[in-house]
């Protein structure tokens, strides 16, 4: 018997270890095939079901191989799981003396240097962000860490936040004058020495597009790497191997000058006057734009006159500000940081401006206040494969939604992965006794006009059948403030819509108020465990295929048709197979869940495609009654299930 059966096993460490542990087959299966992987070094792609126990499985063989491992998640808060809750429990168990670390990425760590500078510069700040530098200063006094999130007072998108960490742009490396206390300096020596390393994709993917110039270092090496939730990886990995340059990066650029301008060059007034005309001819490329945000075709708007004009305006005041800060090279580090950021700034607009490029997508997308350039490539396919190639290392990627319609090619396409073993492990759930799945009758096609009425209407019932215990997701933010706002005028339960506060609190007030209903988009979707009877019930408005007017996505169907591929089969189909498994997975977490997943789109049952999508979900018990669906609902409520009192294994462990 391998370690890793003998850990698994019914007489195993981890049984003795964790109450409520039992055996699966799945998970044994999932660990076995990563142990196979380890030693083989052939890259391997698993679909492990909810409630598999994947955490584990991949957690365990990592540990056993005694090789260096990466493991990155798809958020920080599943960092945080996996660091605190995860790791510690099986290190306890198999009586390890691993040494583990979390590295996140560089603004989640306070900059000594960057708070010396604003707090010494108070009057260029607003009131309210002085009031959160001064909750910062006395928080760094204590804390060891220097992780912005033991911070909860602050919130998420404090304007204080980037003016106390730093970007590649704004560090001075070992030419900063805090660089011995630096925090980040510290998380990331202690990677270095770590047997294991927990990271999320966005930190992997942008220390990986930095290696590609020489000057990344911030991820170890490792023996091993594992990606959780690696359906995200594509898109992730894409951004990180485009291109981007935004009106709020000028807009620091120019504040940075003024402060250096205030402590060390106070001679140096033509260069704040140069910087402040960058930040005004930045600035005036935004309002060029609707005041609505929005993303475009970045192509289609170089061909318009006044953009053109303030265009080159920029890349003027630009060049105007390289000769200036050229004069006064070498009389402070910190402005030297500055020249390179200029220069990058110079290097970033002329590609973005290069309409003669094939196999990328330009597109602009604009805030309230800043405008983004994005430059992102097509297809990651074989820059990715060539990464994976040398040095030879054991490569995992696992999530509970890579498979559309019954194969990985979509994953394996997109990733390059071609050569890589798979594996389909079912859920243990039974999703026939457990689940409902209903498409409801008479559903007018979704962009009719009466589709609003009649989402309002099944989302009522439902509301009403499983006493609040309901998670309406939408495809859209428009859809999802309307149905809020028709259901404040329709119902009595509290509603918690998306957007009015932070996700953790949304979610934190939906256990704590046992007859809430919460709405959201995207950010739902996924990475939500809601267990038990606090959620019986999953609406989804729409089969979630992303805008046509995506300017990304738009560029990739062009590409797919000149390759004599179907865009709408290779591309839109298998996205939004994904995305609908992820929304339906929130409903069935644990083996005694129940309830009633209602999709309210009828091409699910009227389009040949909808066969793809129902050969994708959870093998639930179908219908197209409602009221057989609100009926499960009723009785469930009449059963009131009693809460299981033992402890149970995480579905993530």
């Not at 990627?397 to 050569?419: C, E, I, K, P, Y």
Request: some cysteine; charged content about 25%; aromatic content about 6%.
């Amino acid at each position: 018997m391998s370690k890793v059966s003998a850990l698994f096993s019914e007489q195993g460490v981890l049984s003795k270890a964790i109450a409520g542990f039992s055996p699966r087959k799945a998970q044994v299966d999932m660990s076995l095939a990563i142990e196979k992987s380890i030693t083989s070094k052939q890259p391997l792609i698993v679909e492990a079901g909810t409630g598999t126990g994947k955490t584990f499985a991949y957690l365990a063989p990592a540990m056993l191989s005694n090789k260096k491992a990466i493991i990155s998640t798809g958020t920080k808060n599943l960092q945080e799981q996996l660091f605190h809750r995860d790791l510690p429990l099986l290190k306890k168990a198999l009586k390890s003396n691993r040494h583990a670390a979390l590295l996140k990425g560089r603004s989640n760590y306070l900059c000594l240097h960057r708070m010396s500078q604003h707090s010494g510069n108070s009057t260029l700040l607003e009131r309210q962000t002085l009031d959160e530098l001064t909750q910062v200063r006395q928080w760094a006094s204590t804390t060891q860490s220097g992780d912005i999130g033991e911070l909860k007072s602050l919130a998420e998108d404090a304007r204080v936040l980037p003016l106390v960490t730093s970007t590649v742009d704004n560090c001075l490396g070992r030419d900063c004058p805090d660089y011995e206390e630096c925090y980040l300096v510290k998380a990331r020596n202690k990677a270095m020495d770590a047997d294991i390393v927990v990271v999320n994709h966005h930190l992997f993917f942008a220390d990986m597009a930095l290696k590609d110039t020489g000057f990344g270092e911030l991820i170890p090496e490792a023996d091993v790497v594992v990606f959780d939730e690696a359906h995200q990886i594509p898109d992730i990995a894409s951004e990180y191997f485009g291109e981007a340059l935004s009106s709020r990066q000028i807009h620091d650029l120019a504040r940075d000058i003024e402060i250096i301008k205030r402590t060390v060059l106070k001679d140096a007034d033509q260069l704040v006057k140069v910087a402040e005309k960058c930040r005004l001819v930045a600035a005036d490329l935004r309002i060029l734009f609707p005041v609505t945000p929005e993303r475009g075709n970045w192509r289609v708007m170089l061909n318009r006159p006044e953009i053109q004009s303030q265009l080159s305006k920029l890349d003027e005041s630009l060049s105007v500000l390289y000769e200036v800060i050229k004069i006064h090279l070498g009389r402070d580090k910190e402005l030297d940081t500055l020249f390179e950021r200029v220069t990058h700034a110079k290097t970033k607009l002329a590609v973005l401006t290069d309409t003669k490029q094939t196999g990328v997508s330009l597109w602009y997308e604009t805030t309230p206040k800043h405008i983004v350039l994005h430059l992102t490539p097509l297809s990651i396919a074989k820059r990715f494969a060539d990464f994976i190639e040398e040095p030879k290392r054991t490569w995992i990627f696992t999530s509970a939604t890579l498979m559309v319609d019954g194969g990985f090619n979509h994953f394996q396409r997109l990733m390059g992965l071609d050569n890589a073993a798979t594996l389909a492990l079912d859920s243990p759930f039974d999703y026939a006794k457990q689940a409902v799945l209903c498409v409801p009758r008479y559903l007018p096609e979704p962009s009719s006009w009466d589709m609003k009425q009649t989402l309002l209407e099944v989302a009522i019932k439902l509301i009403e059948a499983s006493r609040g215990r309901c998670f309406l997701l939408f495809t859209s933010h428009a859809m999802l403030k309307e149905i809020a706002e028709k259901l404040a005028d329709k119902i009595d339960n509290p509603l918690l819509v998306q957007g009015t506060t932070t996700k953790r609190a949304l979610l934190d007030e939906y256990m704590n108020n046992k007859n809430a209903v919460l709405l959201g988009t995207g950010a739902f979707w996924e990475g939500v465990d809601v267990r038990g009877d606090d959620l019986t019930c999953v609406m989804i408005d729409k089969l979630p295929f992303a805008a046509p007017d995506d300017p990304l996505l738009q560029a990739r169907i062009e590409d797919c048709r000149k390759s004599g591929a179907n865009p709408f089969a290779q591309i839109q189909i298998p996205q939004a197979v994904i995305s609908l498994k992820q929304g339906a997975g929130r409903l069935i977490r644990d083996e005694t869940d129940a309830g009633v997943l209602v999709i309210c789109d009828n091409r699910l049952i009227t389009k040949e495609y909808g066969k793809t999508f129902l050969a994708s979900l959870p093998p639930m018990k179908r219908t197209r009654n409602l009221d057989l669906a609100v009926a499960f609902l009723d009785e469930l409520y009449q059963q009131k299930r009693p809460s299981q009192n033992k402890p149970k294994q995480s579905e993530n462990a």
